[in-house]
T-cell receptor, first 111, second 112 residues
Framework: AQSVTQPDIHITVSEGASLELRCNYS??????LFWYVQSPGQGLQLLLK??????LVQGIKGFEAEFKRSQSSFNLRKPSVHWSDAAEYFCAVQAGNQFYFGTGTSLTVIP | NAGVTQTPKFQVLKTGQSMTLQCAQDMNHNSMYWYRQDPGMGLRLIYYSASEGTTDKGEVPNGYNVSRLNKREFSLRLESAAPSQTSVYFCASTLPGSTEAFFGQGTRLTVV
């Protein structure tokens, strides 16, 4: 069965520090993977996606993610976090017509 | 180009009342989805519609019904609301094939 695990419920980082959010997936075939961001009271916005090809994908707002098939992971990274990055982040895998989401990681940025 | 529009944005219901959440997209997408978001549980799929005229159950369909009125609109109905249905509901849509899902702004529903 398809599933997505985000092991970190909440992460706090200082502004300017680097960030890595973890995502592990379970899916039998080649996965289509996504990272979404949700600001308070808002819907989900796509940060980046992986379908095939280069395993390091670039997204909006300076985010990137690396697909590692051997580890079934798709971790999200940012070299220098800004206060405006405080939000909830969701990893998702697409299987056929359906999307499966992780439980989310809440990011707090301290000055 | 509005994307995915959900109405209402907020709603309070009494237990046993019924209501319909509306969703419309103007991107000519084939597939549409209804999710609920609860703390610590991420987004869980209630129902989806792969194309006009078809609907399928997702992970948590009990207590809900849906209608794919046309290609643009996909409504979610609660026939007899229960406190367990207090949640934030998101509608989403996609094009055929593997691509991103576009989300509405959500409906925050409270059942008292």
């Amino acid at each position: 069965a398809q599933s997505v695990t985000q092991p970190d419920i909440h992460i706090t980082v200082s502004e300017g520090a680097s960030l890595e959010l973890r995502c592990n997936y379970s899916y039998g075939a080649t996965p289509y993977l996504f990272w979404y961001v949700q600001s308070p009271g808002q819907g989900l916005q796509l940060l980046l996606k992986y379908f095939s090809g280069d395993t390091l994908v670039q997204g909006i707002k300076g985010f990137e993610a690396e697909f590692k098939r051997s580890q079934s992971s798709f971790n999200l990274r940012k070299p220098s976090v800004h206060w405006s990055d405080a939000a909830e982040y969701f990893c998702a895998v697409q299987a056929g017509n359906q999307f499966y989401f992780g439980t989310g990681t809440s990011l707090t940025v301290i000055p | 180009n509005a994307g995915v529009t959900q109405t209402p944005k907020f709603q309070v219901l009494k237990t046993g009342q019924s209501m319909t959440l509306q969703c419309a997209q103007d991107m000519n997408h084939n597939s549409m989805y209804w999710y609920r978001q609860d703390p610590g549980m991420g987004l869980r799929l209630i129902y989806y519609s792969a194309s006009e005229g078809t609907t399928d159950k997702g992970e948590v369909p009990n207590g809900y019904n849906v209608s794919r009125l046309n290609k643009r609109e996909f409504s979610l109905r609660l026939e007899s609301a229960a406190p367990s249905q207090t949640s934030v509901y998101f509608c989403a849509s996609t094009l055929p094939g593997s691509t991103e899902a576009f989300f509405g702004q959500g409906t925050r529903l409270t059942v008292v």
